[in-house]
C-alpha cells in the first residue's frame, strides 16, 4: 500500500460514504472502490461493511485506521523537515462553509499564499454544523467552526470573531409570523431550524427555557438553506447575522426582536494538537493567528 491509498482510506474511514470521499479527493467512485478492494486483497481482512445505504469499518478497518493515522502524520511531518531545507511544500486540507469561505479565509489565504506558494490547499466547503465532526474524523487538516462553550480535549482553536445569532422572518411574506397580542404565537408560526449542530442546540435552549413547543416546519442542512426558505416564506429561522450579512437574499429578509437575545457566536479556527506537528498547519496556523490580532 502506498500514502496515496493511505490517504483515501483514511478519509473514507472519516466520511463512511464513498460518494463524499471521491468528490473530496478527486476520484471517482470506481477508482475509489478498486483502492479499497486491493488494500484488503492485500491485508486480507475486510475493511468496511457496505450495502446500498451505509457503510460501516470493520474491527480490521478500526485497526487499519490508526496505522493510516500514525503513518500519515509522520509522513507528512517528514515531508515538513525535508522542505524546511528549502522551500514549505506539501499540502493542506480545510473544511467551512460558504460563507466563512468568502468572508473569513480570503485574508488568512492571500497571506498564506504568498509566503508559502508551494504548500497545495484543498478547500471543501459544506454545512458548518459539521465541520468539528469532520476535523475529528481525519477528512481534513483544519475547519472554520462555531465553538461550543468547551472542545474536546483533542482539538485546539483560534477565535476569529463573533456574530449574534439572530431570528429572521420573511420581508415579503408578514402573514408568516402570527401574533397573540404583541407576542409572537410559536404555537402557530412555522419555524425552520437547523437539523443539528450549535445553531440548533441553541435554538432548542431558548425555546425550552421559555417552555415553548415551537411548531418546526422543516429542519435543513445549512444556514444558507434557512435563510432561502424563510425568504420565499415558508417560516421564520435561527441564523449568524454574519451569514445574512453576506447572504444575496439579505434584503428579502427581517430581523425579529426576541427576549432574551439569543447566545451570540464565535467562530473560529480549530485543528487537531497532534496536527501541529505539521509545518504547513503550523505555518497556517501562525498566519492566521497574525490576521486574528490585526
Given at each position: 500500500?502506498?500514502?496515496?491509498e493511505?490517504?483515501?482510506?483514511?478519509?473514507?474511514?472519516g466520511?463512511l460514504h464513498?460518494?463524499?470521499?471521491s468528490?473530496?479527493?478527486?476520484?471517482?467512485?470506481?477508482?475509489l472502490?478498486?483502492?479499497?478492494?486491493r488494500l484488503?486483497?492485500e491485508?486480507?481482512?475486510q475493511?468496511?461493511l457496505?450495502?446500498n445505504?451505509s457503510?460501516?469499518?470493520?474491527?480490521?478497518?478500526?485497526?487499519?485506521k490508526s496505522y493510516a493515522?500514525?503513518?500519515?502524520?509522520?509522513?507528512d511531518?517528514l515531508?515538513g523537515e525535508l522542505?524546511?531545507?528549502h522551500?514549505?511544500?506539501?499540502?493542506?486540507?480545510l473544511y467551512?462553509?460558504?460563507?466563512a469561505?468568502?468572508?473569513i479565509?480570503?485574508a488568512?489565504?492571500q497571506k498564506?499564499?504568498?509566503?508559502?506558494?508551494?504548500?497545495h490547499i484543498n478547500?471543501?466547503?459544506g454545512?458548518a454544523?459539521r465541520?468539528?465532526n469532520?476535523l475529528?474524523?481525519?477528512?481534513?487538516?483544519?475547519t472554520?467552526?462555531?465553538?461550543?462553550a468547551s472542545?474536546?480535549?483533542?482539538?485546539?482553536?483560534l477565535?476569529i470573531?463573533?456574530t449574534p445569532?439572530?431570528?429572521i422572518?420573511?420581508?415579503d411574506?408578514?402573514?408568516?409570523?402570527?401574533?397573540r397580542?404583541?407576542?409572537?404565537?410559536?404555537q402557530?408560526?412555522?419555524v425552520?431550524?437547523a437539523?443539528?449542530?450549535?445553531?440548533?442546540e441553541?435554538t432548542?435552549?431558548?425555546f425550552?427555557?421559555?417552555?415553548?413547543v415551537?411548531n418546526?416546519y422543516?429542519?435543513?442542512?445549512?444556514?444558507?438553506?434557512?435563510?432561502a426558505?424563510?425568504?420565499?416564506g415558508?417560516?421564520?429561522g435561527v441564523?449568524?447575522?454574519?451569514?445574512l450579512?453576506k447572504?444575496?437574499?439579505?434584503?428579502q429578509?427581517?430581523?425579529?426582536e426576541v427576549s432574551?437575545?439569543?447566545?451570540?457566536?464565535s467562530i473560529?479556527?480549530?485543528?487537531?494538537k497532534?496536527n501541529?506537528?505539521l509545518?504547513?498547519?503550523?505555518?497556517?496556523?501562525?498566519?492566521a493567528?497574525g490576521?486574528?490580532?490585526?
Open positions: 500500500m502506498d500514502i496515496r493511505l490517504r483515501l482510506f483514511r478519509h473514507l474511514a466520511s464513498f460518494g463524499r470521499t468528490r473530496a479527493c478527486h476520484v471517482t467512485p470506481s477508482a472502490t478498486r483502492t479499497i478492494q484488503e486483497e491485508l486480507g481482512e475493511l468496511f457496505r450495502d445505504r457503510v460501516l469499518l470493520t474491527a480490521a478497518g478500526e485497526v487499519v493515522d500514525e503513518v500519515i502524520q509522520r509522513y511531518v515531508q522542505s524546511r531545507e522551500i514549505l511544500g506539501g499540502e493542506i486540507s467551512c462553509s460558504v460563507t469561505a468568502y468572508s479565509l480570503p488568512i489565504f498564506f499564499r504568498s509566503v508559502h506558494p508551494e504548500v478547500l471543501e466547503t454545512d454544523a465541520a468539528l469532520k475529528q474524523n481525519r477528512e481534513v487538516d483544519i472554520v467552526a462555531a465553538l461550543p472542545l474536546p480535549e483533542r482539538v485546539v482553536s477565535k470573531l463573533e445569532l439572530v431570528f422572518a420573511p420581508a411574506f408578514p402573514e408568516t409570523v402570527h401574533y397580542g404583541t407576542e409572537i404565537d410559536w402557530k408560526t412555522p425552520i431550524t437539523d443539528f449542530g450549535l445553531s440548533r441553541r432548542d435552549h431558548w425550552h427555557e421559555k417552555g415553548i415551537p418546526i422543516a429542519q435543513v442542512a445549512g444556514n444558507e438553506a434557512i435563510i426558505m424563510v425568504g420565499l415558508c417560516g421564520v441564523v449568524p447575522e454574519l451569514v450579512e447572504s444575496s437574499l439579505k434584503g429578509i427581517n430581523l425579529l432574551p437575545e439569543l447566545e451570540s457566536f473560529g479556527i480549530c485543528t487537531m497532534k501541529m506537528l509545518p504547513q498547519v503550523e505555518a497556517f496556523w501562525r498566519i493567528t490576521k486574528a490580532e490585526e
